[in-house]
């Protein structure tokens, strides 16, 4: 291969993988221009591929793939994985994950990403066993996806494995229930505190309600006494204006 316009490298060979070579010292964000030459009885022909290094990345799987139940949770199982072994573990060098899984009856995988190295499924079907599988990408989504990592099963938690932790109880033991409490019939078990405030209350009630009569029998008794006082007054004065305007003839 040749670096931009720079001097051409061999590819070396992997000797133990056939079709398979190695460029060293390969850098990120630079253009290489390859040569492949194919050689055989009938001739030879060449093929020139251009790249960029992250754009051909690809991650081995994610290894020590576990899931297990977890503990009252009949719809979750919790995964976790390790970093494959060839990847630098560098805070500018990272991995994300993605996550299949489905019920081991069923075919259709579901899928879900996280940038952690554990997760918890949360729509596990109960009871039922399940397959999972991990594959890895770069952070940055240079490059494309690792192969998916080798299976790994698991059955969410069930209430069968709490009721099968109680121990038997054999036929000699027995339980005491209980006697029930006798209370009397119609007996009065209210707090005398509560009776207090009860009272209290019902004697400020009594309190404004007499308050309310007493304002309105003044109203009232105010309202007759001025009404008696200067309705009489009037009319008195009235007649005395009537009797003067009259001859005297009929006043005698």
Request: aromatic content about 10%.
């Amino acid at each position: 291969p040749r670096v931009d316009k720079g001097i051409p490298e061999a590819c070396v060979p992997d000797p133990v993988i056939p079709n398979v070579c190695s460029v060293r010292h390969s850098k990120l964000w630079t253009l290489y221009r390859m040569n492949i030459t194919e050689i055989n009885p009938l001739g030879s022909s060449f093929r020139i591929l251009d790249f960029y290094v992250q754009s051909i990345v690809k991650p081995d799987p994610p290894e020590h793939l576990a899931a297990e139940p977890i503990p009252y949770a009949p719809r979750r199982l919790r995964v976790t994985w390790a970093y494959p072994p060839t990847w630098p573990q560098e805070p500018h060098f990272q991995l994300k994950f993605r996550i299949q899984y489905r019920p081991v009856l069923h075919m259709v995988w579901s899928v879900v990403e996280t940038a952690n190295l554990s997760d918890i499924i949360t729509d596990a079907f109960v009871g039922v066993e399940h397959i999972l599988q991990v594959g890895a990408r770069d952070f940055l989504d240079a490059g494309t996806w690792s192969e998916w990592s080798p299976e790994a099963r698991a059955t969410p938690w069930t209430s069968e494995e709490l009721s099968g932790s109680v121990p038997e109880i054999g036929n000699e033991t027995t339980i005491e229930e209980p006697e029930p409490e006798m209370r009397e019939p119609f007996a009065d078990h209210s707090d005398p505190a509560e009776k207090v405030a009860v009272l209290i209350s019902l004697g400020v009630f009594a309190f404004v309600v007499l308050a309310l009569f007493l304002i309105a029998g003044a109203f009232i008794w105010m309202r007759v006494d001025r009404t008696v006082k200067y309705g009489g007054m009037k009319a008195d004065f009235l007649t005395a204006i009537h009797m003067k305007a009259l001859p005297k003839t009929q006043i005698l």
